[in-house]
């Protein structure tokens, strides 16, 4: 899979402070590194050119964005919250150990649909965790409050990103 790094380097107040002590940034101007420093690295970026996908790299992680939806059954709204507070020590290792980082879910409470945002390494690694024990026995635990597919797995639909700001 071809990848193509995009590096945005800053230097600023943040990174190097100036002697006067009001930096580059708070006077509008950027300063360079100190001299036998390296600049400091603000983000980068891996652009995945055969997807056009581009994910943030985070602690020498490739992270990717993705967001779907799900939905709770109608009056089930507190017990979904219930069974997530807390989320089973295993399930939060499996995801972990799978790449997952920054996992969220939101309720729409008049509709009921549930909004997921998650940052993966992997897409692969992503769509393993479905075959491991613990992820079967969290859909089973979820299946009567939620719609659910034969397999147990919850109706979901990926999202497609229209617009990110870092």
Request: glycine share 8%; hydrophobic share 35%.
């Amino acid at each position: 899979m071809p990848w193509l790094t995009v590096v945005v380097v800053r230097t600023s107040r943040s990174a190097y402070p100036s002697p006067d002590g009001l930096g580059g940034s708070r006077l509008g101007r950027e300063r360079p590194a100190p001299q036998g420093q390296p600049p400091m690295i603000h983000s980068a970026f891996l652009l995945n050119r055969a997807y056009g996908r581009m994910g943030l790299l985070r602690k020498g992680h490739l992270v990717l964005r993705k967001a779907f939806v799900m939905s709770v059954h109608a009056g089930r709204e507190k017990e979904y919250e219930k069974r997530h507070n807390p989320v089973w020590r295993e399930m939060l290792e499996t995801l972990k150990a799978h790449g997952v980082h920054n996992y969220s879910i939101f309720l729409h409470p008049q509709t009921r649909q549930l909004f997921g945002y998650v940052e993966i390494e992997d897409e692969a690694r992503w769509k393993a965790i479905a075959s491991t024990p613990v992820c079967q026995k969290w859909w089973k635990y979820m299946g009567d409050i939620m719609p659910s597919n034969p397999d147990n797995s919850p109706v979901s639909a990926d999202l497609q990103e229209v617009f990110h700001l870092e």
